[in-house]
């Protein structure tokens, strides 16, 4: 097996609330391959984001890592310092946000904003860092880039931002690229385009790509492995194929059993699963996912699951498991 | 370390096209902001009349037709009489020249204190926002402290302790101004860093210092921009006020707010000793209100549509 690229281990992240502790990441682990797409799938809330911004070291207080480990090639990130950090984010990891409308510094036009992590990381002159920003802007597929590099971000629409800030961040030809949910706050039009960008840009830069979303036909098109969240926790772990076609935990069957397939051979509704998402504030012991679970057993009051390895890469985190045999 | 691929940059301008470029590209940013504002007609108005009033002040020994401080007519001449086109004071001193010397006095007192407590405003505002902590906690505190007090009887209190004078104007409306514009630029700070794109800039590497200079100042500078410049009438009559008291520039030197303040005694009799350095006072005021809206739209990249 290739060496990963990016290794966390046992990621914990709190938000330390009047409330009480949020665990808004408690205890995630996965491994990413040089040219791998892995998505991170979970309701709003479960942690998905939290993940993507902890490995850049984006938190802010009153949330703090408080565990864990993230390695990125022979580097420990959670140990380097703020100026070390500032190095990797934007140059060795990029990342691309939710909402392009209000991702891109209003002041500046998109020219500058992307020739300044040009400028920053690669130490390019200014018009190097011009001519290429220009060809980052046509390769995203702006028309007319010499022309638009002098625009402003209002001049462009959601769909352009959105391939603008994608040229920021393929800029300095990152290794890592953390895209989260991309096209929620576009247009179903424009999401096809936004995604086919993606996974070109992937292709072409042979990076790996972290892919943060909630729409599961988003997963099946791109996704080589699957990450499932809820609650801050790794539900189900394993490779595309196995998540959507063989799901062991009660909760990723439950995602399933939501969606539409084209491929459905059911004839029945289509199911919700009951209940809301836990908030993970102070949670009680036990399985998280319990209170909304069909299959749910006594232990599951009790004592959490930890996961389990079903076959090979395929982690569940559920007593099922250890009882053996899928609910 | 991580070994990179070349980057294949293409073609390269040449450094004096890139100037070239961005000098072209600031001329065309400055004549948009330029549409901008003149599209607001108040605001081309007061730029104008302000302009006028400038220059007015600066050439004011050149063309004031008499000495401000020398009678030279009939004490309270009515205007038109003694060759006075706005009449003499109750000292029998010419208006117009002395509305001419006032502006001087009066200018100075509303832009200086407005510059001193801005500058100061932004690096205290600035600073406890953008770092929080205990800087902010107490820098707070001692704003909410000053709050309890009104502007001009701070203004008053500071000037009342120190010497009368120009000077002494300026330096106690500076102080008593600037946690006013300390407060907006800590919460105009606050809310910048707020915004998704200063997550994106540190996403993608930036620092404390490049997310300051780059995002939140120019972010911020806009909405501060053109609170001072509404300020800036405030405080002149905030200052003709500290001379009407007697706290601020001396008789017989003319300021706006002294000449309101010598024609209060008749203003039955003589009104046109109070009228004219009143309204002088309040369209100044005004102007600066207006083109401070006229900044608004010109600064705003939204609002320089091509």
């Known amino acids: 097996m290739v060496e990963p690229i990016l290794k966390v281990e046992g990621l914990k992240t709190h938000f330390k609330l009047r409330e009480g502790m949020l665990k808004a990441v408690d205890g995630i682990s996965f491994s990413l391959a040089p040219d791998e797409v892995l998505c991170i799938v979970g309701e709003s809330g479960s942690g998905k984001s939290v993940t993507a911004q902890s490995i850049l070291r984006l938190i802010d207080p009153p949330g703090h890592i408080v565990e864990g480990h993230i390695r990125y090639r022979d580097k420990d990130l959670l140990a380097l310092s703020e100026r070390e950090m500032e190095k990797i984010r934007g140059d060795r990891i990029g990342m691309i946000f939710q909402d392009p ?50 625009d402003y971000p209002h001049h462009f629409s959601g769909g352009m931002r959105q391939r603008v800030l ?4 393929i800029a300095c030809e990152p290794d890592i690229l953390i895209a989260d949910e991309p096209t929620t706050a576009l247009d179903v039009t424009i999401q096809a385009q936004i995604l086919k960008l993606l996974a ?9 790509l972290i892919l943060i979303t909630h729409d599961l036909g988003v997963v099946a098109s791109m996704a080589d492995r699957v990450l499932v969240m809820y609650a801050g926790e790794m539900v189900e772990y394993g490779d595309v194929k196995t998540i959507f076609e063989d799901p062991k935990h009660p909760y990723t069957i439950g995602l399933m059993n ?40 006594g232990v599951c009051e009790s004592e959490k699951p930890r996961p389990s390895s079903v076959d090979g890469g395929h982690l569940v985190s559920c007593h099922l498991m250890r009882q053996g045999g899928a609910p | 370390m991580t070994q990179r691929q070349p980057i294949d940059s293409g073609k390269v301008d040449s450094a004096w096209q890139i100037r070239r470029d961005r000098m072209r590209f600031h001329l065309r940013t400055l004549r948009l902001a330029w549409y901008a504002y003149a599209k607001d007609n ?12 400038i220059l007015i002040s600066l050439l004011a020994p050149v063309i004031s037709p008499y000495d401000p401080a020398e009678a030279a007519g009939a004490i309270a001449a009515p205007p038109g009489t003694d060759g006075l086109i706005l009449g003499a004071d109750v000292d029998g001193r010419d208006i117009l020249s002395r509305l001419f010397w006032g502006g001087r006095i009066a200018l100075l007192v509303g832009i200086g204190p407005t510059v001193v407590a801005t500058l100061i405003s932004l690096f205290l505002g600035l600073t406890a926002g953008y770092f929080g902590g205990w800087f902010d906690q107490i820098m707070m505190r001692i704003i909410d402290v000053v709050f309890a007090f009104p502007l001009v009887l701070l203004a008053i209190v500071i000037a009342g302790v120190l010497e009368p004078g120009v000077w002494t104007v300026i330096l106690a409306i500076s102080i008593a101004l600037t946690p006013y ?21 540190r996403a ?39 001379s009407f008291l007697g706290l601020g520039i001396q008789p017989p030197d003319a300021d706006w707010g002294i000449m309101v303040a010598e024609g209060r005694g008749v203003l039955r009799k003589a009104p046109h000793i109070t009228i004219f350095p009143g309204v002088v006072i309040v369209l100044v005021a005004l102007s600066f ?18």
């Open chain 1, 166 to 169: 994608i040229a920021a961040a």
């Open chain 2, 181 to 201: 514009i300390a407060r907006l630029v800590r919460t105009t700070t606050l809310n910048v860093k707020q915004q998704p794109y200063i997550e994106a800039a």
């Open chain 1, 258 to 297: 939501s969606v539409i397939r084209l491929d459905d051979q059911r004839d029945d509704e289509l199911r919700s699963i009951r209940g809301t998402p836990l908030v993970p504030i102070n949670p009680p012991p036990g399985c998280s996912f319990r209170s909304r679970c069909d299959a749910a057993l």
């Open chain 1, 101 to 150: 409308m209000t991702s891109l510094n209003p002041v500046f036009t998109i020219g500058e904003q992307i020739s300044e992590g040009l400028r920053e990381h690669l130490d390019l002159k200014k018009n190097e860092a011009k001519s290429r920003a220009i060809e980052l802007l046509r390769s995203v597929g702006i028309p007319h880039p010499e022309e638009r590099y002098r």
């Open chain 2, 42 to 53: 108040a605001a081309l108005g007061a730029l104008i009349f302000l302009a006028i009033i």
């Open chain 2, 289 to 306: 209100n207006f083109i401070g809206d006229g900044l608004r739209d010109a600064l705003d990249p939204r609002r320089r549509s091509r």
């Open chain 1, 200 to 208: 070109d840009v992937q292709k072409r830069l042979n990076s790996a």
């Open chain 2, 204 to 242: 993608g590497g930036a620092g404390d210092a490049a997310i300051i200079l780059r995002y939140i100042l120019p972010n911020m500078i806009p909405p501060v921009l053109v609170f001072a410049t509404t300020l800036i009438g405030l405080m002149m009559v905030v200052g003709s006020g500290l």
